[in-house]
């Protein structure tokens, strides 16, 4: 690969990830749509079969959740209406008394907080913080953590020219 093919990938590279970041700073927003996180701890009984590090979607007993009306979906309106503070979908692993607890839970930051804000804090006494992670679309909290599809995508190009160049 030529040197002007390698800058015109690398040029291309970072205007798609600086239009994609744009894009989706901007569509936070103008997009008036509430934030949807999954609301559930492996400490309740029942919860630990699709709760736990490793989210079960298709572990969850809808039959029960439907006969005792629980909702693990939950919408993040805030009615304080603050321009300084936005939902985020909170997951959490946290040791508590030599127990292993996942929370999966909406939460709010300020605007101007980092994402991973959260692995900077401390959790209250006993308790001893293994993963936090904050995230900013719908039933996101669920994922494994990771790079995102999107990230890896715009990863791609970088990764084919630390290998073009170690050759």
């Known amino acids: 690969m030529s040197a002007m093919s390698m ?11 600086n239009a994609w970041s744009i894009t989706a700073s901007g569509n936070e927003q103008n997009n008036r749509h509430h934030l949807q996180c999954w609301h559930c701890s492996s400490d309740t009984y029942g919860a630990e079969d699709f709760c736990d590090v490793t989210f079960q979607e298709d572990n969850i007993p809808n039959d029960l959740i439907r006969e005792r009306n629980i909702n693990l979906l939950r919408t993040c309106n805030s009615t304080i209406n603050s321009d300084h503070e936005r939902p985020v979908c909170r997951k959490t692993v946290e040791e508590n008394n030599g127990k292993i607890i996942t929370k999966r839970f909406c939460y709010y930051t300020n605007k101007s907080d980092a994402v991973d804000l959260c692995n ?24 494994y953590p990771g790079v995102s599809f999107m990230e890896f995508i715009l990863l791609l190009p970088v990764l084919a020219l630390i290998l073009q160049l170690a050759n």
Request: one cysteine or more.
């Open 7 to 17: 800058k015109a990938l690398l040029a291309t590279t970072f205007l798609l990830a």
């Open 120 to 143: 900077i804090t401390t959790p209250d006494k006993n308790v001893r913080r293994i993963f936090c992670q904050d995230c900013l679309t719908d039933r996101c909290n669920g994922a």
